[in-house]
């Protein structure tokens, strides 16, 4: 049930338009936290459509929860497109481990977020909802852990009374050197593709 839950998830993502992640940029999430209780963390990506957008976020978690709020803005590519400013929150869940029958950990994600800005001033309220499996994986004998993982996304986009709804496929990495510090690498495939960079402090 759960592999096909998973093929499922995959198809959707392969068919459809790209929606990324929470602040529509290809900033996806691992399966579990990074921290133990709380992180700040910053992103540098590139979606198709826009020269640079940048975003940073503070997470905090609770048991098998956890919620971040993020912020930040995306410079549109064309000269005199202006910026988008964007703001929202997201959360994950635990809801699958690791185990002899199926060798992926998984975590539910959904978040909600405004978007507004640019020439044409048009404010966007997009809420995705995803999957993201994955498996940590420890390098033996130092403090080096890394989470490759991929997280289908379906997304909700209301603008000007209009309603969309867009698919989305993120392959990910999250790269834990320390107790301190965590770097992360993602990318979106579909029509909002890009790459993200990001950087986390964690307690």
């Known amino acids: 049930m759960r592999a096909g839950a998973l093929a499922a998830l ?17 900033v996806f999430k691992a399966p579990y936290r990074a921290f133990g209780t709380h992180e700040v963390s910053g992103a540098l990506s590139f979606p198709s459509g826009f020269s640079v957008a940048a975003e940073g976020g503070y997470g905090f978690g609770y048991r098998q929860f956890d919620l971040s709020l993020r912020g930040g803005f995306a410079r549109f590519s064309g ?27 998984g975590a539910i994600t959904a978040g909600a977020a405004f978007l507004t800005g640019g020439s044409n001033g048009v404010t966007t309220f997009f809420v995705p909802v995803g999957l993201s499996l994955g498996r940590r994986f420890l390098v033996e004998n130092s403090t080096v852990s890394i989470v490759p993982y991929v997280q289908p996304v379906m997304g909700l986009s209301f603008q000007s009374g209009n309603s969309d709804v867009g698919f989305s496929l993120g392959f990910g990495a999250d790269v834990r ?6 770097l992360r690498v993602s990318a979106g495939l579909g029509d909002i593709q890009g790459v993200a960079f990001g950087v986390a402090f964690i307690r």
């Open 177 to 182: 050197l320390n107790e301190r510090l965590d």
């Open 10 to 26: 995959l198809a959707l993502g392969l068919a459809a338009p790209a929606a990324a992640q929470t602040l529509q940029t290809p």
């Open 79 to 105: 000269t005199g497109l202006g910026t988008r400013a964007m703001a929202g929150v997201d959360g994950r869940a635990r809801v699958v481990t690791a185990d002899q029958r199926f060798p992926l950990d």
